[in-house]
């Protein structure tokens, strides 16, 4: 028997490994810590196998107090755990398989005169592929007939959640206290537009939260910034292990009708007036970006927050190259600096591309 | 057609059911608060039950999660008569579940209750580690017993832990015992085992022969070194997927098939000198518990177990 002491880290706690330095994702109590890169390539012969004593052989019996600190770090924190050879191999590494039981798990609807007509239908697709998440969007003042209409139709529904996002209005402000009377699946309000308004609301069954610019159309999303960064879940970082981590299980349809996997993608699957979600989702090239995962993306693949980051694959900073880096991203894992994307020289022939020049001045 | 027997508020019967639709299964989920009714012709049963209408012979496969059939029946008013049908009914229903034992199943009613002293002697008869068993109803036994180089719990024969009292919730938590606790000179029957130290503790799920266990880590905290039930939410223990050694899981394989469950929740201890010591099985036990930290996905393993077809 070998009498050798052996340390473990619990299979739960995932290690990114970055260009400089590592992150630990501890998914069961929502929570990451960064390590050092020395600290990674000691964790990693452990995890090989190789003893505490053949690990301080490894590095010279001068480092052994270093080691020991590393130790005494993770086993203080709760990543890892001492054990012996026999037991070593009982505690298997975690599958990291991702599996849900829908076929679409989020849904992005813009309303619009074009779109409001389909709504029901729109509805009943998502709810016979399972979906889990709805966000409505709308850029224009709605009324609040169509407001209640939306309401409605989805009121008898199984979503997890369902956002709004709607442009402040005196109707609609003045509605907020009636929304859960219409529809308690609501889970969160956004007013955009809302500069020099009145926003005292009571506390309700949902969130509210108040932009204060206005939303002209979705090129608003895909911001990656570290304060995004605070919900490590298990969902999330399995999901990103294995397939685009937003784009992954989602469809879209356009203030025009189109059926996209994102608003902001170009490719347009045909029209809801004329065809169903579920007959463009089974067309192949929908899933295009499904599995692309960061570890194909250019820089990305290099970064150590990779796997709790969204990848938006519709503003990049090379259009044109599938496996750019976001845009929208001002981080550089090569130095490990942020820095406000938006006023980055490297980035203005994307933004022009894009045609962002004027949102990127309204948003500094 | 999938027939799930269980009740209104498990949640993990509906996380299973939306594997089912997922993988575009026929399924029927009858909760113990649903009022049934039977109507039999002949050779076929016809379950009616909130507008659902089923032939017996449309069940492909059956899951015994939980619960009963609350079963309707008209009566007569006449004592001796609705007696009399009761009795007759009381029959039927367990033909009923006999056949639907009968079928591709996962579970049965019948085992839906173990008993716990019995079944720790089955898994002495299986060559399973356990702890020792003592049952006393006086404190002279007790004292002639408890001697003071080990410690020793008490826990519930029955294995309810919850009783509600008029204005107070009782938990009947694993405790350990002392020698300061006031004991009266009789009592009621109470269970006491010799503690087992504990390195770490295991729950396995078990399914038609596949284990899937999890080791929990709890001995850190000291509040929860007795029994994890008493939970910590503000830092959970480390819960993470195990290998259980294969002569542990096959002794576990003999038991589960001499207690004729094809399914359930074990756990076990294992001692610092690395040994399993066996503490109980639960047939109906949670087992989203293990499902999520793991990421063993049981749910989608039992709809791929019920969507099985002979
Ligand atoms: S791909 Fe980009 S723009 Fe589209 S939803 Fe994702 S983050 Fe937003
Ligand atoms: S470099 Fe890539 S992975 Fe890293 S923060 Fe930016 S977008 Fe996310």
Not at chain 2, 8 to 21: A, G, H, K, N, Y
Request: charged share 25%; glycine share 2%; aromatic share 12%.
């Amino acid at each position: 028997m070998n009498s050798k002491k052996y340390f473990k880290i619990f299979s739960n706690c995932i290690i990114v490994t970055g260009y400089n330095r590592s992150l630990i994702l501890d998914w069961q109590r929502n929570n990451f810590v960064a390590i050092p890169d020395t600290l990674q390539k000691m964790i990693s012969l452990f995890q090989n196998k190789k003893s505490i004593d053949d690990v301080i052989h490894f590095y010279g019996e001068e480092n052994k107090e270093i080691v020991h600190e590393y130790l005494e770090f993770l086993i203080e924190n709760e990543f890892g755990f001492i054990t012996d050879a026999d037991e070593f191999d009982l505690f298997i590494d975690i599958d990291t398989n991702f599996e849900i039981a829908s076929h679409i798990t989020n849904c992005i609807v813009e309303i619009s005169d074009e779109t409001i007509p389909s709504i029901d239908k729109i509805v009943r697709d998502l709810e016979s592929l399972y979906c889990k998440d709805v966000q409505f969007v709308c850029y224009e003042s709605l009324d609040l007939d169509t407001l209640k209409y939306v309401l409605k139709a989805t009121n008898e529904t199984n979503f997890r959640s369902i956002e709004l996002i709607l442009k402040y209005s005196k109707e609609v402000f003045e509605f907020i206290g009636e929304i859960d009377k219409n529809n308690f699946r609501i889970t969160e309000l956004t007013l955009h537009s809302s500069a020099n308004k009145n926003k005292e609301v009571s506390k309700g069954t949902f969130n509210i939260i108040f932009i204060n610019h206005e939303l002209k159309d979705f090129r608003n999303c895909g911001i990656v910034d570290s304060k995004y960064f605070n919900n490590v879940n298990k969902y999330k970082i399995f999901e990103s292990l294995n397939h685009n981590s937003c784009l992954h299980k989602k469809i879209s349809v356009t203030q025009n009708g189109e059926i996209k996997n994102c608003p902001s993608i170009p490719d347009s699957f045909g029209n809801i007036r004329d065809t169903t979600l579920v007959d463009v989702i089974n067309q192949s090239s929908f899933t295009k970006y499904w599995n692309v995962t960061k570890d194909q993306i250019d820089v990305c693949k290099d970064c150590e927050f990779r796997h709790i980051c969204t990848d938006c694959r519709a503003y990049v900073e090379e259009p044109g190259n599938q496996y750019s880096k976001p845009l929208k991203c001002g981080y550089n894992p090569y130095t490990n600096v942020w820095e406000e994307w938006s006023t980055n020289p490297l980035k203005e022939t994307a933004i022009n591309y894009y045609q962002m020049e004027q949102l990127v001045q309204k948003n500094n | 057609m999938i027939l799930i027997l269980s009740d209104e508020r498990d949640l993990s019967t509906t996380q299973v059911i939306e594997w089912l639709e997922f993988l575009n299964r026929k399924w029927i989920r009858i909760n113990q608060e649903d009022k049934v009714k039977i109507e039999f012709c002949g050779k076929e049963i016809i379950f009616k039950l909130n507008n659902i209408v089923f032939n017996f012979s449309d069940v492909t496969s059956f899951w015994y999660r939980r619960g009963y059939i609350n079963l309707q029946n008209d009566t007569t008013g006449i004592r001796p008569f609705d007696e009399f049908q009761n009795e007759e009914l009381k029959i039927i229903m367990q033909f009923i579940y006999y056949k639907l034992d009968d079928k591709h199943h996962l579970n049965s009613i019948k085992n839906a209750n173990v008993n716990k002293l019995i079944v720790t002697s089955m898994a002495r008869d299986c060559n399973i580690n356990t702890p020792e068993d003592y049952i006393f109803s006086n404190k002279e036994g007790l004292e002639q017993v408890i001697n003071s180089k080990n410690t020793y719990i008490t826990k519930s024969i029955s294995g309810d832990s919850i009783r509600e009292f008029e204005d107070f919730i009782a938990f009947n938590y694993t405790s350990e015992f002392t020698n300061d606790w006031l004991i009266p000179d009789s009592f009621s029957p109470s269970l006491v085992q010799n503690q087992i130290i504990k390195k770490y503790e295991l729950r396995i799920f078990y399914l038609a022969g596949e284990f899937y266990t999890m080791a929990i880590f709890s001995q850190k905290d000291n509040q929860t070194s007795v029994d994890f039930r008493n939970y910590n939410n503000h830092k959970p223990n480390r819960r993470v997927p195990y290998k259980l050694p294969l002569e542990i899981e096959e002794k576990l394989d003999v038991l589960m098939k001499k207690m004729d469950l094809n399914s359930g929740s074990i756990d076990m201890i294992v001692t610092p000198e690395n040994e399993y010591v066996f503490l109980e099985i639960n047939p109906v036990g949670q087992f989203g518990m293990t499902s999520f930290p793991c990421n063993y996905n049981i749910e989608k393993r039992i709809a791929d177990y019920l969507s099985y077809e002979n």
